[in-house]
């Protein structure tokens, strides 16, 4: 199974109005560390796929975007968990291409690069745009209640998007796919 998750409102902090610009911004949602160590433990490759219009609108440069990204990593392994691949978009909306979410660019490219069907992929995000780019992209959709999730989920989730399996965060969703998938 390859898992790929969302960042911003996933892992750490969302900003509604704002983004992470420097590595003293991201603050990692309580229990993640642990939830992706569970994932690890079970030999599942995770990966990032994340939006990150502040590159593209040069509110940050990639270098700073790296930084931020390499807090990410070393609080995670504080939990002894790992992030086996990164994916970005750093498309502005007006310049966007189908590696930005609602585009499934990034989620096709996980699941070249790990060589796993759609069949064997789940996407765990907090937006709709999350959950557009998990249907086109044909895996399994789950949402989580944290980040902007409640807002998305109260909004009204839109039939070609559906199924989805709401969590109320992303260990909630990592017991939830643990508990469905017995240990060989």
Not at 13 to 21: A, E, G, I, L, S
Not at 123 to 139: C, E, K, R, Y
């Amino acid at each position: 199974m390859l898992i790929l998750l969302d960042r911003d409102g996933v892992l750490n902090r969302d900003y509604p109005d704002d983004y992470v610009k420097s590595p003293a911004e991201l603050f990692m949602l309580p229990g993640v560390g642990k939830a992706v160590a569970q994932l690890n433990a079970r030999g599942w490759p995770v990966a990032i796929c994340t939006n990150q219009a502040c590159v593209g609108k040069g509110i940050i440069d990639e270098a700073m975007l790296g930084r931020i990204h390499e807090k990410l990593f070393d609080e995670l392994a504080r939990e002894n968990a790992k992030i086996d691949a990164l994916f970005f978009a750093p498309d502005p909306p007006w310049a966007q291409t189908d590696r930005r979410k609602p585009g499934a660019g990034m989620l096709r490219e996980a699941m070249q690069r790990f060589r796993k069907s759609p069949a064997e992929t789940v996407f765990i995000g907090d937006s709709l745009t999350d959950l557009q780019a998990g249907a086109t992209a044909g895996v399994r959709r789950i949402l989580v209640r944290s980040g902007k999730g409640a807002q998305t989920q109260a909004k009204g989730l839109p039939q070609d998007v559906l199924p989805v399996t709401v969590a109320e965060d992303l260990p909630d969703a990592v017991n939830r796919l643990l508990s469905e998938v017995p240990v060989i």
